[in-house]
Structure formats: structure tokens, C-alpha cells
């Protein structure tokens, strides 16, 4: 199994609905995943196949500083409205420019996690929010940063001629 990946050091932004939500702190799943079924075969090898594909939650941290959107859907599911939404996690460049986007269709909010309210606390506040959706789309590159745009140039750089 693949190990999670969290993008806390680029630059995403949130959508929801469609709207322009604003940057959140950080990015965590949201992929779609499955099992390996092993199935026994005859002879020496095993037949194997992919399971019922499921979608990993996604995690993210933000301030609150976003738009009163995504504050009013945490707050009606606090008073137990569950509402789909569909949301978008943008990956943006150092000049704001859209380079990736994970897409989540009919979202909930499964699980808000509250910073601790402390005054004397030195770190700041963030919403450790948990959202499930139906299923997910990556357009552009794999939210992986900068370095997935130089991954195919390194590999064609090692390539060796090939041997007579």
C-alpha cells in the first residue's frame, strides 16, 4: 500500500460549490483506492485482481480566514443537517496559477476537530476538517508540487543508450 502523502508546503485552494473559498494550511488523501483480491490459481501462480474501488477521505487544516460558506455548511451540520456539497482542492503555483485540481462530488463533512482555545497559546489556530465524497477526480498533474513536472526530465536524463 502506497503511504499517505500530505502536501502542507504548496499552495491550495478551496472551492466549494463553485466559489472561491480561499488557501488552506494543508491537504491530506482524497485519492481513490483499492485491494488487491488474491484469488488461488491452478499451478504455481495466483490469480490476482482489483478490488471494489473507495475513495480515502480528505483531510485538510485552515485557518478562519475562509469564506462564510464553508463556516455555515460546518455550522447547519453541527445542528445536524448533513448536506453534499461539491468541493475542489486547487494546487497553485507561485504565481497563483491553477496547476492541479482534486475534485470531491457530493461531499459531507464527516469529522471538525477544534484547536484548543488557549491565550497563552503560541500556535496558531486551524480546523482540522475531514471531508467524504461519493468520488473524486484529479485534473492536471498529481498534486504532487513542483517536482512532478521535473520527474520525467530526471528519468530521460538517466536513461543509458541501449547496448549492441
Do not use: N
Not at 482524497?30 to 504455481?44: F, N, R, S
Not at 490476482?48 to 480515502?56: A, I, L, Q, S
Not at 461539491?86 to 457530493?106: C, I, T
Not at 504532487?144 to 530521460?156: F, K
Amino acid at each position: 500500500m502506497a503511504s499517505a502523502r500530505s502536501y502542507a508546503a504548496g499552495s491550495f485552494l478551496l472551492r466549494l460549490d463553485g466559489v472561491d473559498c480561499g488557501f488552506v494550511r494543508s491537504v491530506e488523501g482524497g485519492g481513490a483506492v483499492a485491494d488487491v483480491i488474491v484469488e488461488p490459481g491452478t499451478g504455481a501462480f495466483t490469480k490476482k485482481r482489483v478490488g471494489v474501488v473507495r475513495y480515502e477521505p480528505l483531510t485538510s487544516a485552515f485557518d478562519l480566514s475562509l469564506h462564510t460558506s464553508v463556516y455555515d455548511w460546518i455550522g447547519r451540520l453541527w445542528k445536524g443537517a448533513f448536506e453534499r456539497h461539491d468541493l475542489s482542492v486547487v494546487s497553485v503555483d507561485a504565481a497563483l496559477k491553477p496547476v492541479a485540481e482534486r475534485e470531491l462530488f457530493q461531499t459531507l463533512v464527516t469529522e471538525v476537530t477544534i484547536p484548543t482555545l488557549d491565550a497563552a497559546a503560541k500556535d496558531p489556530a486551524h480546523l482540522t476538517v475531514v471531508f467524504a465524497a461519493e468520488y473524486t477526480r484529479t485534473r492536471g498533474r498529481r498534486l504532487r508540487g513542483q517536482a512532478a513536472g521535473r520527474e520525467a526530465e530526471a528519468v530521460a536524463a538517466c536513461q543509458l543508450p541501449p547496448l549492441d
